[in-house]
């Protein structure tokens, strides 16, 4: 465990640098859990470029992934049962968003955010059925 880059798992919408945490379950092998959060681009028409985003549409989005494999030093040439979930983990109690004002700060704030992932709030039971 440990923070690291998550690379563009954001794909075309990851306007900056994220980063992810790894969490290995000792007592059940091959069960890891990934959290990666990552800056968003969003707009509406016009396509929003790495680094030159306007403030309204700058957000983070949070990927945890659930995986099975046999191998856990080779999760991804050994998975065998993956599931995704996403969520924007700046979203207000009304589900509404709440915009950054530039790609360094939401940098920053994905670490942040990242900081409050400890194994003590994972509740997965390795089991891949939801």
């Known amino acids: 465990m440990g923070v690291m880059s998550p690379g563009d798992v954001g794909g075309d919408t990851q306007i ?35 680094r ?21 030093s080779d999760p991804g040439g050994t998975q065998t049962w993956a599931e995704y979930e996403y969520d924007s983990p700046l979203a207000d109690l009304n589900g509404t968003d709440l915009d950054l004002p530039d790609v360094a700060t939401a940098e920053r704030e994905a670490r942040r955010l990242l900081d409050t992932w400890v194994p003590e709030i994972i509740t997965w039971d390795g089991v891949s059925v939801f």
């Open 52 to 72: 030159n985003c306007t403030p309204a549409q700058i957000d983070l989005e949070q990927q945890i992934e659930y995986l099975i494999c046999t191998d856990p």
């Open 16 to 50: 900056g640098d994220g980063v992810s945490k790894r969490f290995i379950r000792d007592d059940i092998p091959g069960a890891l859990i990934t959290v990666s959060i990552y800056p968003i681009g969003h707009s509406e028409g016009d396509t929003c470029v790495p």
